[in-house]
């Protein structure tokens, strides 16, 4: 059963997903406040699926069963945009027309002022690292630095829960174990319920939580 709607939890109510008759994956828990569960397994047995269907962007090859609820709502009735959740990508996904600024700005929710606005990006630029970036180019940024942005982009949005589909894996080693460290910081910190699909033990050693491994159909 769902939670109260102050309930921050991610429950993936009795999910069952397939590709035609195929099973793919099958999973029912619930992911608490702060808490990181990381989805393991090889190429191909449906971990980004998974994440497709949670954020409302599942191909309609697949079929899917279940319910997912975050903060009392049933989310596989609304549209993606509506369901409050935070994605990051192995890519940064920055908008290449826009600035720095632009870019946070994106991700910034209705309803302040011109002035409010500028002021919360200069703080979340300040926040990781990156103070007066606002009129950047997100060309002429590093890798870890875009990697930063996207982030705090998706923490603007002010999300209910995240999802991460392999966040770090085209970060070399280095940057790899930093964002790893501000990713999950801020997650405990917002107190996000958070879905991290991953190929890499290190990660899920890192992330801290359960683990739930998926297995390639037979």
Known sequence: MPGNDSDNILHLDAIDIRLQET??????TRIEPGEILTVMGPSGVGKSTLLAFIAGFLDPAFSARGNVWLQGRE???LPA???RLGLLF???LLFPHLSVGG???FGLRDGNSRRERHAQIDRALADIGLPGYADRDPATLSGGQRSRVALMRVLLSRPHAMLLDEPFSKLDMTLREEMRSLVFSR???ENLPTLMVTHDEADAEAAGGRVFRLLPPT
């Open 23 to 28: 099973p793919l994956v099958a999973i029912d």
């Open 75 to 77: 989310l596989t009735r």
């Open 81 to 83: 945009e509506q369901r």
């Open 90 to 92: 192995q890519d940064p």
């Open 103 to 105: 870019n946070l700005a």
């Open 187 to 189: 997650i405990h910190q």
